[in-house]
């Protein structure tokens, strides 16, 4: 069984940073795409960031490309979103996912998924 464990959430000025954190059990985890999703109260759940199994290709949501990093650490099964310049819009539950399509964006490309973790960005 497949469980992720999301860790780093919190709460943080507007222009400050976060690093979330993702550890996975239970898996081939260097063999999944992995990626982050947030949902915010009232709203649907959107793509944040994704990275491939070998760390070589990434992508990004418009709304937060050139702020957040996501990386992975396939030695150590955990994948971290880097979050910086953080806006109050940023604020919303992060959830982390794996798949196993090559490239995924979607929230349907995804089969396991984590419990979420509350960011919360004051203005």
């Known amino acids: 069984q497949v469980q992720l464990v999301e860790s780093g959430g919190g709460l943080v000025q507007a222009g400050g940073s976060l690093r979330l954190s993702c550890a996975v059990s239970g898996g081939s985890f260097p063999s999944y795409t992995m990626g982050w999703f947030r949902q915010a109260p009232g709203k649907e759940r959107e793509f944040v960031a994704a990275?491939?199994?070998?760390?070589?290709?990434?992508q990004y949501a418009d709304s937060v490309k050139g702020r957040f990093t996501i990386s992975r650490d396939n030695a150590k099964n955990t994948v971290y979103v880097q979050m910086d310049s953080l806006k109050p819009a940023d604020t919303a539950v992060y959830y982390c996912?794996?798949?196993?399509?090559?490239?995924?964006?979607?929230?349907?490309?995804?089969?396991?998924w984590g419990q979420g973790t509350q960011v919360t960005v004051s203005s």
């Open positions: 990275i491939s199994w070998s760390g070589g290709g990434t």
């Open positions: 996912a794996g798949s196993r399509y090559s490239v995924a964006t979607t929230s349907r490309q995804y089969v396991y």
